[in-house]
């Protein structure tokens, strides 16, 4: 007994120690934070922000040029200095939440379809008092971009919460596909107008090419083959902020339903079902792990569906797949919030400069050399200009070699109208996606965000019936006739009436305020 | 005043023990118990804006996504039944290993063969996935491709049946952790005196005979021991056995949706750190009952096999 409590003693000293180190180490950064506001040339005291972004290219260890580039730019015009973070496109929301997490200093940072879980966790700032000071130049090129509405998509209970990115938002469903076979079976693209004619198209390839397989998944795991999109945009849904479909409001009679008890959802996958019958798609299209675009690179792939902003997408995919591939577009697309907010910058609530922060944004939307150096780095080394508006990597150099580029990240960051374009890419194709930025269809609950925060159990319940669901049925693996009643039941089994009643109640309050 | 100074004689004389133990308690302390302090989370509904410990306490609410749906009791029945196969084939397999193994007369042999069955558990998930796959595949799979096909049998399409999975999935399990199982058993075995042996021997006994009457009754409270701890995590599941290897296919989620994969599913979207917590608190706790209700039946059976 008595060696027990010897030993007890000598445990609860370790654990002592070991507490005591664990402060000790835990107060270091904090003071490092403290001081860190010195140095800057001018008079002014220059105020430091940490600013993250997602790239898709290869991200070089040493960032510390471009980040001077950067800061040279800010420090001489707003006073402000960045620290440039980059991360990789799988790591971005962990590092993200990770810092907000632990109080890690972190200012500006965007996400991927998180706007409003970060909302309504409080973890971003309002800037509804500072944007009329300190971001003017922004909000007027987001009013000559897409309209002086942008901002409602990221307004919640009155508060602006973030800045969308600011391109060519209207992604109308396109028919992706080798444009060789098409000529070879003996059709033109003025026969694809609509989705319904592509059963005859897919029946030809599959007649003349047995080995190729007609259609497949645009994503996978979850298989998606762009059916939703096309539904969504064909029958003018609005998703009312939640990416389930649970609870969306079909044209404009304001009712919210459940979307996959409606006809349109039914019709849509019937069609899909009737493809997957007659052999158009792969047998294990719900789960396969091998994206369609390498089964058209592979030649082994004909076709795909998928939302494409401007017309010179095709450009893109070709180079990438090394086939002969266009596109047709074969609905109009429809805007409703999340359409918009899906990438919006935000800033931290808990930062200490929202000033600074705002100041920065304002320059992220609206200032030329600050935007292409984040872009595409340092001009002469890593980039050469080419006219007004347009770029190459400097002779013998790739994406991959080049000291610096996030020429991958255009889709995310700043005004797309004040980034230079890859050189060969027509500039009119910029100036007709500003075009469609206005001339698309609103929804009329454009602006209306749903607040999870009541319903977060159903939610999750949801999302789960969602996943097992979904991609058997867009994919047409599995019998809507069968499949459909099974899934409705799941969901309002996992609360889906719920979730309804109370974002009926939501958009009826909103719809109340906003036609006052 | 004796005691007194018994003391640290006893001290000294566990000393070097206490030494060794050190590293293990540290672990312990900071990757078990200094986290337990953040139990209240689950409790909470966190707010960055006030704060972890400014955040309104919530009650149980953060529990109810968890019983939601009547996948409640899918995920429960899949993650015990799963664990409980896992155990009894697990050990079956592990001692039946050990056994051979060490029964084998060439001594080389034997750690050779050893060495090749602990191999697989080295090998990860994500690569263990791609391996089932490359089998299971419906085009190109192995089992399809090569062995049905040729004998005629209809292909099956693997990732959309959900009721072969239980079959596959503790095949897999038992392939990739029996053999690194049997390392605690052989050990055991070493360990046994080999005198007994060799007086069963002058009295007749044959080798199967020796196995039975010896062998396992002396193997008795390490497999107790194993399983009581294997017990404790039944309500946790391989996340990269039930989520990378089906390929997160939603039509296999009736035999291989397990608590786990359920709340990271659930979560992803949300990134709720209180519900998760909940998740967490009441797979641990339902562990910590199970484990003192079967110690309690182990000690009223035969208490010196109990655990404490």
Same mark, same amino acid.
């Given at each position: 007994?008595?060696?027990?409590?010897?030993?007890? /003693?000598?445990?609860?000293?370790?654990?002592?120690?070991?507490?005591?180190?664990?402060?000790?180490?835990?107060?270091?950064?904090?003071?490092?934070?403290?001081?860190?506001?010195?140095?800057?040339?001018?008079?002014?005291?220059?105020?430091?922000?940490?600013?993250?972004?997602?790239?898709?290219?290869?991200?070089?260890?040493?960032?510390?040029?471009?980040?001077?580039?950067?800061?040279?730019?800010?420090?001489?015009?707003?006073?402000?200095?960045?620290?440039?973070?980059?991360?990789?496109?799988?790591?971005?929301?962990?590092?993200?939440?990770?810092?907000?997490?632990?109080?890690?200093?972190?200012?500006?940072? /965007?996400?991927?379809?998180?706007?409003?879980?970060?909302?309504?966790?409080?973890?971003?700032?309002?800037?509804?008092?500072?944007?009329?000071?300190?971001?003017?130049?922004?909000?007027?090129?987001?009013?000559?971009?897409?309209?002086?509405?942008?901002?409602?998509?990221?307004?919640?209970?009155?508060?602006?919460?973030?800045?969308?990115?600011?391109?060519?938002?209207?992604?109308?469903?396109?028919?992706?596909?080798?444009?060789?076979?098409?000529?070879?079976?003996?059709?033109?693209?003025?026969?694809?107008?609509?989705?319904?004619?592509?059963?005859?198209?897919?029946?030809?390839?599959?007649? @003349?090419?047995?080995?190729?397989?007609?259609?497949?998944?645009?994503?996978?795991?979850?298989?998606?083959?762009?059916?939703?999109?096309?539904?969504?945009?064909?029958?003018?849904?609005?998703?009312? /902020?939640?990416?389930?479909?649970?609870?969306?409001?079909?044209?404009?009679?304001?009712?919210?339903?459940?979307?996959?008890?409606?006809?349109?959802? @039914?019709?849509?996958?019937?069609?899909?079902?009737?493809?997957?019958?007659?052999?158009?798609?792969?047998?294990?299209?719900?789960?396969?792990?091998?994206?369609?675009?390498?089964?058209?690179?592979?030649?082994?792939?004909?076709?795909?569906?998928?939302?494409?902003?401007?017309?010179?997408?095709?450009?893109?995919?070709?180079?990438?797949?090394?086939?002969?591939?266009?596109?047709?577009?074969?609905?109009?697309?429809?805007?409703?919030?999340?359409?918009?907010?899906?990438?919006?910058?935000?800033?931290?609530? /808990?930062?200490?400069?929202?000033?600074?922060?705002?100041?920065?944004?304002?320059?992220?939307?609206?200032?030329?050399?600050?935007?292409?150096?984040?872009?595409?780095?340092?001009?002469?080394?890593?980039?050469?200009?080419?006219?007004?508006?347009?770029?190459?990597?400097?002779?013998?150099?790739?994406?991959?070699?080049?000291?610096?580029?996030?020429?991958?990240?255009?889709?995310?960051?700043?005004?797309?109208?004040?980034?230079?374009?890859?050189?060969?890419?027509?500039?009119?194709?910029?100036?007709?996606?500003?075009?469609?930025?206005?001339?698309?269809?609103?929804?009329?609950?454009?602006?209306?965000?749903?607040?999870?925060?009541?319903? @977060?159990?159903?939610?999750?319940?949801?999302?789960?019936?969602?996943?097992?669901?979904?991609?058997?049925?867009?994919?047409?693996?599995?019998?809507?006739?069968?499949?459909?009643?099974?899934?409705?039941?799941?969901?309002?089994?996992?609360?889906?009436?719920?979730?309804?009643?109370?974002?009926?109640?939501?958009?009826?309050?909103?719809?109340?305020?906003?036609?006052? | 005043?004796?005691?007194?100074?018994?003391?640290?004689? !006893?001290?000294?004389?566990?000393?070097?023990?206490?030494? +060794?133990?050190?590293?293990?308690?540290?672990? *312990?302390?900071?990757?078990?118990?200094? %986290?337990?302090?953040?139990? *209240?989370?689950?409790?909470?509904?966190?707010?960055?804006?006030?704060?972890?410990?400014?955040?309104?306490?919530?009650?149980?609410?953060? *529990?109810?996504?968890?019983?939601?749906? &009547?996948?409640?009791?899918?995920?429960?029945?899949?993650?015990?039944?799963?664990?409980?196969?896992?155990?009894?084939?697990?050990?079956?397999?592990?001692?039946?290993?050990?056994?051979?193994?060490?029964?084998?007369?060439?001594?080389?042999?034997?750690?050779?063969?050893?060495?090749?069955?602990?191999? %697989?558990?080295?090998?990860?998930?994500?690569?263990? &996935?791609?391996?089932?796959?490359?089998?299971?595949?419906?085009? &190109?799979? *192995?089992?399809?491709?090569?062995?049905?096909? %040729?004998?005629?049998?209809?292909?099956?399409?693997?990732?959309?049946?959900?009721?072969?999975?239980?079959? +596959?999935?503790?095949?897999?399990?038992?392939?990739?952790?029996?053999?690194?199982?049997?390392?605690?058993?052989?050990?055991?075995?070493?360990?046994?005196?080999?005198?007994?042996?060799?007086?069963?021997?002058?009295?007749?006994?044959?080798?199967?005979?020796?196995?039975?009457?010896?062998?396992?009754?002396?193997?008795?409270?390490?497999?107790?021991?194993?399983?009581?701890?294997?017990?404790?995590?039944?309500?946790?599941?391989?996340?990269?056995?039930?989520?990378?290897?089906?390929?997160? !296919?939603?039509?296999?989620? &009736?035999?291989?949706?397990?608590?786990?994969?359920?709340?990271?599913?659930?979560?992803?979207?949300?990134?709720?750190?209180?519900?998760?917590?909940? !998740?967490?608190?009441?797979?641990?706790?339902?562990?910590?009952?199970?484990?003192?209700?079967?110690?309690?039946?182990?000690?009223?059976?035969?208490?010196?096999?109990?655990?404490?």
């Amino acid at each position: 007994m008595k060696i027990f409590k010897k030993t007890m /003693t000598l445990l609860l000293a370790t654990a002592l120690c070991g507490s005591l180190l664990a402060a000790c180490s835990s107060s270091e950064p904090s003071k490092a934070n403290s001081n860190g506001s010195s140095g800057g040339s001018s008079s002014e005291k220059v105020e430091k922000i940490v600013f993250a972004m997602p790239s898709f290219n290869r991200i070089p260890d040493d960032l510390s040029v471009v980040t001077d580039a950067i800061n040279k730019i800010t420090v001489e015009k707003i006073g402000v200095e960045v620290d440039f973070r980059v991360y990789g496109p799988a790591d971005y929301a962990q590092k993200v939440n990770l810092a907000l997490q632990s109080g890690e200093k972190m200012d500006v940072f /965007t996400t991927l379809g998180q706007f409003t879980s970060y909302v309504s966790k409080n973890q971003v700032y309002p800037l509804d008092d500072l944007l009329p000071q300190y971001g003017k130049e922004m909000l007027a090129i987001l009013e000559q971009d897409f309209g002086a509405d942008l901002l409602e998509a990221t307004t919640m209970n009155g508060h602006v919460y973030g800045i969308p990115v600011n391109k060519g938002m209207s992604l109308p469903p396109s028919f992706v596909y080798n444009a060789d076979m098409l000529k070879e079976v003996g059709f033109t693209p003025n026969d694809i107008q609509s989705v319904d004619d592509l059963q005859k198209i897919f029946e030809a390839v599959k007649r @003349k090419y047995p080995d190729v397989v007609p259609f497949g998944p645009i994503n996978v795991n979850p298989s998606d083959t762009g059916l939703m999109h096309l539904l969504k945009a064909d029958n003018q849904v609005d998703f009312l /902020t939640d990416t389930t479909g649970i609870g969306v409001v079909i044209g404009n009679d304001g009712k919210v339903v459940n979307f996959y008890e409606t006809d349109a959802f @039914k019709k849509g996958v019937t069609m899909v079902r009737d493809w997957f019958n007659k052999g158009y798609l792969q047998k294990d299209a719900s789960t396969t792990t091998v994206l369609f675009s390498e089964m058209i690179a592979s030649g082994r792939g004909f076709a795909f569906m998928g939302g494409y902003s401007g017309m010179e997408s095709a450009k893109a995919l070709s180079a990438q797949m090394g086939k002969n591939v266009e596109m047709k577009r074969i609905a109009p697309y429809y805007f409703d919030t999340n359409a918009v907010n899906l990438v919006s910058w935000m800033v931290n609530s /808990t930062t200490k400069a929202p000033e600074a922060a705002v100041k920065f944004l304002n320059l992220l939307y609206s200032d030329k050399d600050l935007i292409n150096t984040i872009l595409y780095g340092i001009e002469g080394v890593d980039y050469v200009k080419v006219g007004e508006h347009h770029m190459k990597l400097p002779e013998g150099k790739d994406a991959n070699t080049v000291s610096y580029t996030a020429m991958l990240s255009t889709g995310i960051v700043g005004s797309e109208s004040l980034q230079y374009q890859l050189e060969g890419v027509s500039w009119s194709d910029v100036e007709l996606k500003l075009k469609e930025n206005k001339e698309t269809v609103r929804s009329p609950y454009f602006g209306f965000i749903f607040d999870q925060s009541k319903v @977060k159990a159903q939610m999750s319940a949801v999302n789960n019936v969602v996943n097992q669901y979904l991609p058997g049925l867009v994919t047409g693996t599995l019998d809507p006739e069968i499949a459909i009643p099974k899934f409705v039941d799941a969901l309002n089994d996992a609360g889906a009436q719920t979730i309804i009643q109370n974002k009926q109640e939501q958009l009826d309050q909103w719809i109340a305020a906003h036609n006052k | 005043m004796k005691s007194n100074k018994a003391k640290p004689g !006893a001290l000294k004389k566990t000393m070097p023990l206490l030494i +060794l133990a050190v590293p293990g308690l540290l672990y *312990f302390l900071i990757n078990s118990y200094f %986290p337990m302090f953040g139990v *209240f989370i689950a409790f909470k509904d966190i707010n960055y804006a006030k704060g972890i410990f400014g955040s309104d306490w919530v009650g149980f609410n953060n *529990f109810t996504f968890l019983f939601q749906t &009547s996948d409640a009791w899918i995920m429960t029945r899949n993650t015990l039944l799963y664990n409980l196969a896992f155990i009894v084939f697990g050990t079956i397999c592990s001692i039946f290993i050990a056994i051979i193994m060490y029964e084998l007369v060439s001594k080389i042999y034997s750690k050779l063969f050893l060495s090749g069955l602990v191999l %697989p558990s080295l090998i990860s998930m994500v690569v263990l &996935s791609l391996l089932v796959f490359a089998f299971l595949n419906a085009d &190109s799979g *192995f089992i399809n491709h090569s062995i049905l096909r %040729p004998l005629g049998i209809p292909e099956i399409n693997w990732y959309s049946e959900p009721k072969y999975w239980p079959y +596959l999935l503790v095949i897999i399990q038992l392939w990739k952790t029996a053999g690194y199982g049997s390392i605690v058993y052989f050990a055991s075995i070493a360990g046994i005196d080999k005198s007994i042996y060799e007086a069963a021997k002058i009295d007749g006994a044959g080798k199967l005979k020796q196995i039975r009457m010896i062998t396992l009754p002396l193997l008795k409270p390490t497999v107790i021991i194993l399983c009581l701890m294997s017990i404790g995590k039944i309500f946790n599941s391989d996340f990269g056995l039930f989520y990378q290897v089906p390929l997160n !296919a939603g039509a296999l989620y &009736s035999t291989t949706q397990t608590i786990d994969t359920y709340v990271y599913r659930a979560l992803m979207q949300l990134n709720d750190i209180g519900m998760s917590a909940a !998740a967490g608190l009441y797979q641990s706790l339902v562990g910590f009952v199970l484990v003192l209700v079967v110690n309690a039946i182990v000690k009223k059976i035969n208490s010196d096999n109990a655990l404490f």
